[in-house]
């Protein structure tokens, strides 16, 4: 039951994309990978491939156990916030203060997501682009691109990772993964935590103004949009779920 509940989300979900038009053509589909039985999270695989987020490698494989470097998480989540648009050449020139990416392949990527706050240098104007991304570290990108401000949130600092993993467990990024956050994201399962992110309620803060007579300062409150996802409002889709409880060959009369 659970496999048909999941096949049928997919299929109403790929309808959706294929019917309203939000998607370019990919370069590759889920089927074209030479070694998709090897993938766990196919779902997540197999929607990011269609919007245009995630590609394969030049074999024609999707090396679902390879490590997602920095550059690459970056990538992902530039063409996300860009609505599955490619934006790589558009931001190559802007200037982000960091030295060492400057031949990266990924460089308007970097760029992009450096000035919104959603990435962070490792310090000293250096982003190791070619480092392998931790659990932790996507998902505190992913966070900030739900709408989570990382000086209110506590992101950086001393106890930046106690408080990405709360929040990124509140907003169930690490549902149906089994990680250490600590530890490199393999392929596989960074495509199935950025799905969990395009299906996740985006946030903003409201301000409220408070003065002693002297000072003006602001208290925010968060504010938690369930109803609104990053898939809805970037890409224009909604995800139906739906259980099968009949075909022409049984009739489903349990639980």
């Given at each position: ?9 997919l ?10 038009m939000?998607?370019g ?29 995630i590609?394969?490698?030049?074999d ?22 860009n ?44 982003f ?25 949130e506590g992101?950086?600092g ?14 169930g ?7 250490n956050p ?19 309620g ?8 408070i003065t ?6 602001s208290?925010p ?6 109803s ?13 779920e ?14």
């Amino acid at each position: 039951m659970r496999n048909l509940k999941r096949a049928l989300s997919l299929a109403l979900a790929a309808v959706m994309l294929i019917g309203m038009m939000v998607v370019g053509a990919s370069a590759v589909s889920y089927n074209d990978f030479t070694d998709r039985d090897e993938i766990v999270n196919k779902d997540a695989v197999s929607m990011l491939t269609t919007l245009g987020v995630i590609d394969g490698k030049t074999d024609g494989s999707f090396d679902p156990e390879g490590t997602v470097r920095r550059d690459e998480m970056a990538k992902m989540i530039s063409v996300i916030m860009n609505q599955g648009v490619d934006n790589n050449a558009l931001y190559s020139g802007v200037d982000s203060k960091l030295t060492d990416i400057g031949d990266n392949w990924a460089k308007g990527h970097i760029n992009y997501c450096y000035t919104l706050g959603i990435i962070a240098g490792r310090g000293n104007g250096k982003f190791d682009p070619s480092a392998t991304v931790t659990a932790l570290e996507a998902a505190k990108m992913l966070l900030v691109a739900l709408g989570f401000k990382s000086e209110i949130e506590g992101f950086t600092g001393a106890n930046w990772a106690v408080n990405v993993n709360v929040r990124a467990n509140q907003k169930g990024l690490f549902d149906e993964l089994s990680i250490n956050p600590s530890e490199g994201l393999t392929r596989d399962n960074a495509a199935q935590m950025v799905w969990n992110a395009l299906d996740a309620g985006v946030v903003s803060y409201d301000y409220t103004l408070i003065t002693d007579g002297s000072s003006i300062t602001s208290s925010p409150t968060l504010i938690d949009n369930e109803s609104k996802t990053l898939l809805t409002d970037k890409f224009k889709v909604s995800k139906l779920e739906g259980v099968i409880v009949a075909n022409e060959n049984a009739t489903s009369t349990g639980t």
